[in-house]
């Protein structure tokens, strides 16, 4: 099974990737950082969560195009 994400973390990191889509990259603490630059969270639990989708997106689409 895999993880559960709520639709509010799979929105928010789609947009974001969307929107930047040279920004985020596959490492996770770098991305917690980036977040803060152009998310505001509400708290660090849900930049976290958003952060881990966010790598897995940037996987799945580098996988894609090779």
């Known amino acids: 099974m895999g993880k559960v994400?709520?639709?509010l973390i799979k929105k928010?990191?789609?947009e974001l990737i969307n929107k930047y889509?040279?920004?985020f990259s596959t490492d996770f603490d770098e991305n917690k950082k980036l977040l803060d630059k152009y998310l505001e969270a509400d708290s660090?639990?849900?930049r976290n969560?958003?952060?881990g989708y966010i790598v897995?997106?940037?996987k799945i689409k580098s996988r894609e195009q090779a």
Do not use: A, Q
């Open 5 to 7: 994400r709520t639709l």
């Open 12 to 14: 928010v990191s789609k």
């Open 21 to 23: 889509p040279d920004v």
């Open 44 to 46: 660090k639990h849900l």
């Open 49 to 51: 969560r958003i952060s």
């Open 56 to 58: 897995n997106l940037v």
